[in-house]
């Protein structure tokens, strides 16, 4: 992996009105090739974002950004890997947006996979500390009552997202 050139960033964060225009906009000093913005199974924005970049200068300058506020959210940004940028936009030109469905659904068909959880829902918390355990997001969350497994996102190398 570490043969690759990185030119990808995700966004994260995004008010869900924000387009490849603003995206641009927004990371208005870097030379974008390609922005695809994340959509739910109802075609919905996610507020997440992927966005190819002319070079790892650019690149550079994109993380430069992280943490600044796009209208009245601040916006985290990672570098991921080509191999990333390409399993989570899947093919998608420029004007195509990606849909991440929810666990349990046929992705190909976009409907529910018969091997699924059933009805089940989730829920996304972002903004935790590198360090927080499954267990304490759980104990976080114990007078919901309806907390099933918890995932920690992590990046290609492993490192937390501050997603779980």
Request: some cysteine; proline content about 2%; charged content about 35%.
């Amino acid at each position: 992996m570490d043969t690759e050139e990185n030119t990808f960033i995700r966004l994260k964060g995004l008010v869900w009105s924000a387009t490849e225009e603003d995206i641009k906009t927004f990371l208005h000093d870097c030379g974008v090739k390609e922005v695809v913005i994340s959509t739910n199974d109802r075609g919905r924005p996610t507020g997440d974002a992927f966005v190819h970049l002319d070079n790892e200068a650019d690149a550079e300058k994109a993380m430069a950004h992280n943490r600044e506020y796009f209208r009245e959210r601040f916006v985290l940004i990672e570098e991921i890997y080509e191999s990333q940028y390409i399993r989570e936009t899947s093919g998608k030109s420029n004007k195509d947006e990606k849909s991440i469905t929810k666990p349990g659904m046929d992705a190909e068909k976009g409907e529910q996979d018969k091997k699924g959880p059933g009805n089940n829902f989730y829920i996304i918390l972002r903004g935790l500390p590198e360090k927080a355990t499954e267990n304490e997001i759980g104990s976080f969350l114990v007078d919901c009552k309806i907390v099933g497994n918890i995932y920690r996102i992590t990046n290609e190398a492993g490192r937390s997202s501050g997603d779980a």
